[in-house]
């Protein structure tokens, strides 16, 4: 079962970390995320200021490098090597997050490669990839961990297992949607007492925002680290996008283009799933991930042109390309939510 633990337990070499791995496959970054909370905060606690600096992006001896426009340069690895001379400020390691592994140019990786030959007994490094497109040396010198999204009928089995109802599963695969480490925060959450009632949450969630204007979903949604009031959040507020004024549509994109880079990150699985799902409305519906809210993905879909949805996905995966170079961020989101306002 490829749970969190395990592969936690797969990334241990003879009960120690490696200094690099490479973590392949949809949802790296989530997992990612999880292991820097594990190597940071052995409770995983998720409320302590540690773990608050990982989740929001501030830790001081953690780096995610991103590419800027179409590649990771290697202006930017030579920063990171120039960085990883010194030794960590708050804690004993210092990670350097490698995000799109398969975007370095081949002198980023080939001045990358001398690092990960001999870095600083302090420094390991996470390269995430979407596939096995990586030099070849480079991937000689990384611990590959696959990551696969969990078939429906094993998550539901664990989920059981674990106490919730036939009802409560249903609801929580659409919450895990196949990732490992979404079902380890889960269980998490079981663990802490917080899975308990997991429909009550979210019928309460759902009052709440429905009291909420578009422009109060999009600030709670910024706010919140309820991780079930993100979900219903995001997908409330695309359902009711068409219904939104222009200038409410603005003040939407202003609080959107402040979120930080974890919370940017969630906003976009959401909505490129629930995009997913409607495409898939009357024809291959068991695929769907938003299964709680399939007679909504059903009633949006009945006035919805296919091509429409096809630019909403369009809209959405070419913004997030865009937010990796140096555009105005609220000149983007403003063009993205007026495109999904006409195909919501």
Request: hydrophobic residues 45%.
């Amino acid at each position: 079962m490829l749970l969190l633990e395990a592969l936690w337990g797969r990334a241990l070499v003879d009960g120690r970390l490696a200094h690099a791995y490479l973590m392949v496959g949809e949802g790296a970054a989530l997992v990612a995320r999880e292991f820097l909370l594990r190597i940071y905060c052995e409770s995983r606690c998720r409320a302590c200021a540690v773990c608050s600096k990982i989740l929001h992006g501030n830790h001081p001896d953690v780096q995610w490098v991103q590419r800027e426009e179409k590649r990771i340069g290697i202006d930017q690895i030579r920063q990171l090597q120039r960085d990883a001379r010194y030794r960590p400020l708050e804690a004993d390691r210092k990670v350097y997050v490698i995000d799109g592994a398969e975007d370095l140019s081949l002198e980023a990786a080939n001045s990358l490669l001398k690092i990960l030959e001999s870095p600083p007994e302090y420094v390991m490094f996470l390269l995430l990839a979407r596939s096995l497109k990586v030099i070849p040396t480079i991937l000689s010198r990384c611990q590959i961990i696959r990551l696969k999204p969990l078939a429906p009928s094993e998550l539901r089995e664990v989920l059981q297992a674990q106490g919730l109802s036939e009802k409560e599963a249903e609801y929580a695969l659409a919450l895990v949607q196949g990732f490992p480490s979404r079902l380890a925060q889960l269980l998490d959450l079981k663990r802490d007492g917080g899975a308990v009632g997991l429909l009550e949450r979210k019928r309460k969630a759902q009052e709440e925002l429905r009291r909420c204007t578009g422009p109060q979903l999009a600030e709670l949604f910024a706010q919140t680290e309820d991780w079930i009031v993100q979900r219903e959040a995001t997908l409330e507020f695309l359902q009711r996008l068409r219904a939104q004024k222009p200038h409410e549509i603005l003040e939407m994109a202003q609080i959107l283009s402040r979120l930080d880079a974890y919370k940017l990150e969630l906003f976009f699985e959401e909505a490129l799933r629930w995009y997913r799902d409607l495409a898939l409305v009357g024809s291959e519906e068991e695929l769907i991930f938003n299964r709680d809210r399939l007679n909504a993905l059903r009633e949006e879909r009945a006035d919805l042109p296919f091509a429409q949805i096809v630019c909403a996905i369009e809209a959405l995966e070419g913004t997030q390309e865009a937010l990796q170079g140096n555009a105005n961020v609220q000149l983007l989101f403003e063009s993205l939510l007026f495109t999904l306002a006409g195909s919501s």
